[in-house]
């Protein structure tokens, strides 16, 4: 059965993972601080503070501590939702100022306008919150690519190692698993998604092989009515 849809994670897939930890890492770690004292009462940062209180086990933190919680999380690169739900808040600070612009690789930007000009639906799944993925391709450093993509999914949706995730995602996108082509570069984010019947294809974009999965080095080579 021909795949109908293709489901793409960001980091080391899209885009670099060299953008992601020498650019917007170190961009939250230094203005994430002031953010959040300028911003903790605002009821969306206030909702994201008490989910990391939450996560923590720390339910009495004190903002600055909520703060010293938050720059450990970045640098353990934990992927917990409220943190990502900053880091997309104060992303947009850079996006918007021009400082900071989306890295997405040549051969992805081409591959994905030419399988959405012959019919494929794209959708973007990534640890990165919404916002942090609409900004990525919205400030591009090739322009505004979100028209490519007709939904994005966070980890709202679930964590990216898990089965269920992708279930929930086929479900929203409203076909059936194996309709589904999901690209990563991460091994365990292809075992869950094939556990839940899609199709996967990794991504190895120094070379190499992701176990038990078509491989490739770039977008360039992979054809999706093959699938
Ligand atoms: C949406 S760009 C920010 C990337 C990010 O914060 C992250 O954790 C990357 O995770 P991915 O699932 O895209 O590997
Ligand atoms: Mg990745």
């Known amino acids: ?104 690789y040549a051969d992805a930007v081409q591959a994905m306008r030419y399988w959405q000009a012959v019919g494929y639906a794209l959708y973007v799944y990534s640890s990165g919150s919404i916002q942090a993925q609409k900004l990525i391709f919205g400030y591009s450093e090739v322009g505004d690519l979100t028209s490519l993509f007709s939904g994005y999914f966070d980890t709202t949706s679930g964590g990216k190692r898990e089965a269920a995730s992708y279930a929930r995602i086929a479900d929203a996108i409203g076909l059936p698993a194996g309709d589904i082509l999901f690209l990563s570069d991460v091994v365990q984010e292809l075992d869950a998604a094939r556990e839940a019947g899609l199709k996967t294809c990794g991504l190895a974009r120094e070379g190499g092989s992701l176990a038990g999965h078509p491989t490739v080095a770039s977008f360039t080579e992979i054809l999706p009515e093959n699938f």
């Open 1 to 104: 059965m021909p795949i109908k849809a293709i489901l793409t994670d960001i980091e080391g897939t899209t885009s670099s993972v060299r953008f992601v930890f020498d650019v917007l890492f170190p961009y939250a770690k230094a203005h994430l601080p002031q953010f959040v004292r300028e911003r903790a009462a605002e009821p969306e940062v206030a909702a994201q503070l008490n989910a990391v209180r939450a996560e923590s086990g720390e339910t009495g933190a004190e903002p600055e501590r909520v703060i010293e919680i938050l720059l450990g999380w970045i640098a353990e690169d934990r992927k917990a939702t409220p943190l990502k739900a900053l880091q997309g808040m104060v992303w947009e600070q850079g996006y918007r100022s021009g400082e900071i612009q989306g890295h997405v």
